[in-house]
Nanobody
């Protein structure tokens, strides 16, 4: 069993930055692929970024590529999402997810564990 706790959300002006953190329990964290998803009001939860267990392989949705960076610190059992040049359309609840397989995935159904989410609001 893996428990995930997100933090770092908040309110920021357009063009600003935030760094989200996701702390994971469990001794096998380093073997999991990790992902970030987001859900805006009235919309489906969508993929944002993912990182493989080895941290050398990452993937991003097109709309955040070049602005967001996913990283992980296996010694701290933590995955991060650095978000720069934020836009109002980035406003959503951001969720951290863990996948038992170490390989990257972009579909919600491919992830086994989810956090409770953290709100990110970008004002114009």
């Amino acid at each position: 069993q893996v428990q995930l706790v997100e933090s770092g959300g908040g309110v920021v002006q357009a063009g600003g930055s935030l760094r989200l953190s996701c702390a994971a329990s469990g001794r096998t964290f380093s073997r999991y692929a990790m992902g970030w998803f987001r859900q805006a009001p009235g919309k489906e939860r969508e993929f944002v970024a993912a990182i493989a267990w080895s941290a050398g392989i990452t993937r991003y949705t097109v709309s955040v590529k070049g602005r967001f960076t996913i990283s992980r610190d296996n010694a701290k059992n933590t995955v991060y999402l650095q978000m720069n040049s934020l836009k109002p359309e980035d406003t959503a609840v951001y969720y951290c997810a863990a996948r038992s397989s170490g390989s990257i995935a972009t579909l919600k159904s491919e992830y086994d564990y989810w956090g409770q989410g953290t709100q990110v609001t970008v004002s114009s």
